[in-house]
C-alpha cells in the first residue's frame, strides 16, 4: 500500500514563505515524477509545479520565479518552496506522485491536502 504524506502548510501573511513536504512510503519499484496541485474554493484543482524522473520541471505560469519544486530520491520526497506568496495562493495543496509499484505500470496516487492560506 502506497501514503503520501504531506507537510508543511499554514497560515502566513503576504509576501512570506512557507515549505510543503510530501514523502512517499510503501512497496515503490520507481517514481516517475512528483508535483503539486492546488484547489481554490469554487475552483478547479490546478498544476503548480511538477518534477519528472529526469529532474526537468514546469511550472504554473502564476508561480514561476516565486516557488521552487525539488525532490530528495533517496527519501521518496518532494518539496515545494513558495516565496513571496501573494492572497491568490491559498488553497489546498495536493501532493502527487506517479508511481511504479512493479516495472512498467505507472499510476497516480494523492496525498491528504494541506491547507494554505496566505492573509493579505
Known amino acids: 500500500q502506497v501514503q503520501l504524506v504531506e507537510s508543511g502548510g499554514g497560515l502566513v501573511q503576504a509576501g512570506g514563505s512557507l515549505r510543503l513536504s510530501c514523502a512517499a512510503s510503501g512497496t515503490i519499484f520507481s517514481i516517475n515524477a512528483m508535483g503539486w496541485y492546488r484547489q481554490a474554493p469554487g475552483k478547479q484543482r490546478e498544476l503548480v509545479a511538477i518534477?519528472?524522473?529526469?529532474?526537468?520541471?514546469n511550472y504554473a505560469d502564476s508561480v514561476k520565479g516565486r516557488f521552487t519544486i525539488s525532490r530528495d530520491n533517496a527519501k521518496n520526497t518532494v518539496y515545494l518552496q513558495m516565496n513571496s506568496l501573494k492572497p491568490e495562493d491559498t488553497a489546498v495543496y495536493y501532493c502527487k506522485a506517479y508511481l511504479q509499484l512493479r516495472f512498467g505500470v505507472t499510476n497516480g496516487y494523492w496525498g491528504q491536502g494541506t491547507q494554505v492560506t496566505v492573509s493579505s
Open positions: 518534477n519528472n524522473s529526469g529532474g526537468r520541471t
